[in-house]
T-cell receptor, first 110, second 115 residues
């Protein structure tokens, strides 16, 4: 079992819809959770991090964490074609070391 | 700030040759990370440094890989000898590292192709 699992997609949503990206992790000691966005041919860039159970909102993005279920998600409201990218979930055990999932490819159609 | 700088951006070499990848972290960042990204395995941490000292090299695939950080503004990742399975995008990242939620800033990556 991989430490951090994501559905590879692609996840296709129409412009203006809500995109829901999911991630599960195996280590219950995980403390911090990150969502990175990676455009094709580019480097990853941080969108959000979360470390407490519940929701964290930042503009059109909402991260949701459920430690009991070992589940973290990213919701993108009012999806735009410019949101089309691969979204990487990453987990930290409390150190600077991150373990990444293989990413979910999101396609937002106009 | 210029961000994390990596060179070269592209490298094509033949099997058996030595490859050296270079990284300049963001000034003032205490942590430096080397990652490798492939379609099959995703983004994998190879090694990371804190204040120029290697902290965790458990991700280094084998003895053919080595990394150094002689000073706060420069790091190298060396592969000797290179093999076709080393073909990947290699990213360097840096962070301030004061908190465990600290953002890692990635460089543009080096695309390595070993023939």
């Amino acid at each position: 079992q991989k430490e951090v699992e994501q559905n590879s997609g692609p996840l296709s949503v129409p412009e203006g819809a809500i995109a829901s990206l999911n991630c599960t992790y195996s280590d219950r000691g995980s403390q911090s959770f990150f969502w990175y966005r990676q455009y094709s041919g580019k480097s990853p860039e941080l969108i959000m991090f979360i470390y407490s159970n519940g929701d964290k909102e930042d503009g059109r993005f909402t991260a949701q964490l459920n430690k009991a279920s070992q589940y973290v998600s990213l919701l993108i409201r009012d999806s735009q074609p410019s949101d089309s990218a691969t979204y990487l979930c990453a987990v930290s055990l409390g150190s600077q070391k991150l373990v990444f999932g293989t990413g979910t490819r999101l396609l937002v159609s106009p | 700030d210029a961000g994390v700088i990596q060179s070269p951006r592209h490298e094509v070499t033949e099997m058996g040759q030595e490859v050296t990848l270079r990284c300049k972290p963001i000034s003032g960042h205490d942590y430096l990370f080397w990652y490798r990204q492939t379609m099959m395995r995703g983004l994998e941490l190879l090694i990371y440094f804190n204040n120029n000292v290697p902290i965790d090299d458990s991700g280094m695939p084998e003895d053919r890989f080595s990394a150094k950080m002689p000073n706060a503004s420069f790091s190298t990742l060396k592969i000797q000898p290179s093999e076709p399975r080393d073909s990947a995008v290699y990213f360097c990242a840096s962070s301030l590292g004061w908190e465990y939620q600290e953002t890692q800033y990635f460089g543009p990556g080096t695309r390595l192709l070993v023939l």
